[in-house]
């Protein structure tokens, strides 16, 4: 997938990260997180992960963390990445 | 659930949950989110006024829970569908650390605020204008050209004398007659002789249109004297440093009083932080002290004659365009300098 318009999902709740995706010309991925100094290089590694997953190779990708889980990281790009696509 | 404020009722409501936080209600918001429970009793409050959160209370029984983040996330969705990147809040000192809990960063604090920021915000602005930082021993000035002068000229030009390189920073807003892209424009043309004089936007980060919350303070001196530490800390903290800046150079100001009392707290302000302070006199010309309301008011009166006296030929040629004409806005607006 071609990340196409600005979009966003999620929530800053515990437990949940927000995520803004807007198209790139190349791979750009920020992590803002409560749980940066520990757990960045796990949080950047999912989020490259499942991009991979649905086969988006170039966007800005922006989370703001509060130390989501693996499925909440997947579940929360995979949405913002979907409605990227909506006009 | 988080809604949006509606009608009478629920703005009292607003208005008395903020009352017991000792904080005032504002109407100037793009936005005004509310949080019930199933009795119809309000919990929480926020706002937002373009990239400012503000007037943002929680009931303190829900202050343990969700409803803060909650809050916090749908004004920052609903800013983000407006275009907005970064956000801005004012907080008591004490309060902070539940800004911090939702990845807002602290760009300064006072004895009596705290700004804080999300998003892109400072770490974007350096990276936009990396190509544009050098080593040595540089200086600053913050202008706004409301338009470029030859006082401005002759402050630019005499700072840049006296140090490696010279950053000027245009503040970044369009709250003056010329709009910002005028402004920086004629800058960049009224200095683009002098080798190592390097003009740059401001961001939010100078004199900044993150206009001051009155709200939580008491009176106009108070909210005055927290807005020049909060500027002074922004260009110590965060300009100085990343653009290897020991010395702000700003221009003795006879006419405006506001700008006067900007440069005294200034003085005092900045040396504690380790950058210098140096008021250079202001330039003149044979009808007086050059200044940019002074440009203006020849301006309106269509004195053309008198303008070349107050302002480079960059500036004139395009004073005289119809592009300025149809441009520059008069209405009601103070402008500064």
Redesign the interface.
Known sequence: MEIRN?A?AG????SDM?V?VEAADELII?I???VFKQFEHLIRQRIEQQLKVLDVSRGRI?V???GALDYAIDARIETAVRRSQEG | MVRVIQGCEQTQQVVELLARFELSYESDVDELLGVWDSHGRLLATGGRRQALLKMIAVAGDQQSGELFSALVSELIRRGYQDGIETFFVFTKPQNYHSFSAVNFRLLCVTDQVALLEHGPGLAAYFRRYQGLRRTGDNGGVVVNCNPFTLGHRYLIETAAQRVDWLYVFVVEEDRSSFPFAVRLDLVRRGVADLDNVIVLPSGPYAVSQITFPGYFLKNSAQVEHQQHQVDAQLFARHLAPHFHIYRRFVGSEPYCQTTQRYNVALNTLLPEQGVEVHELPRATSAIGAISASQVRRLLRQRALNKLSQLVPETTLAYLLSPACEQTVRWGDSPGRH
Not at chain 1, 11 to 14: A, D, E, G, L, N
Request: proline share 0%; hydrophobic share 20%; charged share 40%.
């Open positions: 600005k966003q929530t800053m709740q515990s927000m803004f920020e803002d997180s409560t922006r703001s963390d509060r």
